[in-house]
């Protein structure tokens, strides 16, 4: 019996520094499912970014990326984000909308440029479509309604051409569930905090485009794929009621004024 109990206690014993050895491995880096990840949102991102420049037309402008530059460059420096990976498209469209791809393609509308008040509304979009990117969202969303199998096979040399535009479609036209809105708002208040821009902008945006959604609906594409624009309002301020932060303005009241300036020759 003693014996019995001997090998018991061995047996128990080794299994829980198996365990214990188990636990320090890295399977995600052995079994390379980050970098399988990582390939297919590049490759999405590539395909999905081919897809919408065949549609829309892109700003190439210097001025206006330069400014965009400095918006972005204060952003992702506040938070350690790194901005070489972020592919910023400035798009000739009217539509108040900015929405973001896989791999880090970040598009943004004519539309919302213009129809921005000041810079801390133009930056709390830009920070709500970082914290998509960041966290992860795009892969999640895409997953859910198109599932893995189909963006495998979209990535791979047997892709169909109509499934790559459908799931495309799913990604812009859709809106995000309330949870991961929820997230990217948490978030996209924090990246503006960090960078002493005025997270009270993103609320304003959100209210003031709900106030006007029943007028011009046909503009307001941005809040049509995030939807509940007076609720997370009342959210991000309670939010940033728990914040302390010392506001510093990006840009100067010139450097705003020419940005819309020249966003309006468009």
């Known amino acids: 019996m003693g014996k019995l109990i001997s090998q018991f206690a061995i047996l128990v014993a080794s ?3 198996l365990w214990n050895l188990f636990g320090r491995v890295d399977w995600m880096k052995i079994l390379h499912v980050e970098q399988a990840t990582q390939t297919i949102e590049e ?3 590539e395909k999905y970014w081919e897809i919408f420049k065949s549609q829309e037309v892109e700003i190439v402008d210097k001025s206006l990326d330069a400014t965009m530059d400095k918006l972005l460059n204060k952003l992702c420096e506040a938070n350690k984000i790194d901005r070489k990976e972020i ?5 000739d469209n009217d539509e108040v909308n900015a929405f973001a791809l896989p791999d880090g393609h970040l598009v943004v509308y004519a539309g919302l440029i213009r129809d921005s008040q000041n810079e801390a509304e133009l930056c709390g979009v830009l920070a709500h479509e970082l914290a998509h990117l960041e966290l992860g969202h795009l892969m999640k969303k895409l997953v859910k309604e ?5 963006l495998i096979s979209m990535t791979s040399g047997n892709h169909n051409p109509e499934m790559i535009r459908q799931a495309f479609k799913a990604l812009t036209s859709s809106a995000f569930d309330r949870d991961l809105e929820r997230e990217a708002d948490i978030k996209a208040v924090d990246y503006l905090v960090n960078s002493d821009i005025n997270p009270e902008g993103l609320a304003n945006f959100l209210y003031r485009m709900a106030s006007a959604e029943k007028g011009i609906p046909d503009q307001l594409f941005w809040l ?13 301020l309670a939010y940033v009621e728990t914040k302390e932060w ?3 303005f990006v840009l100067t009241e010139d450097e705003w004024e020419s940005f819309q300036i020249e966003i309006a020759a468009y």
């Not at 592919?87 to 798009?91: A, L, M, R, T």
């Not at 198109?146 to 189909?150: A, C, D, R």
């Open 15 to 17: 299994f829980f520094v």
């Open 43 to 45: 490759k999405l991102g």
């Open 87 to 91: 592919k910023v498209h400035i798009v």
């Open 146 to 150: 198109v599932g893995l199998t189909v």
């Open 224 to 236: 049509s794929t995030h939807p509940g624009g007076e609720e997370r309002s009342k959210d991000i």
């Open 246 to 248: 010392q506001e510093e």
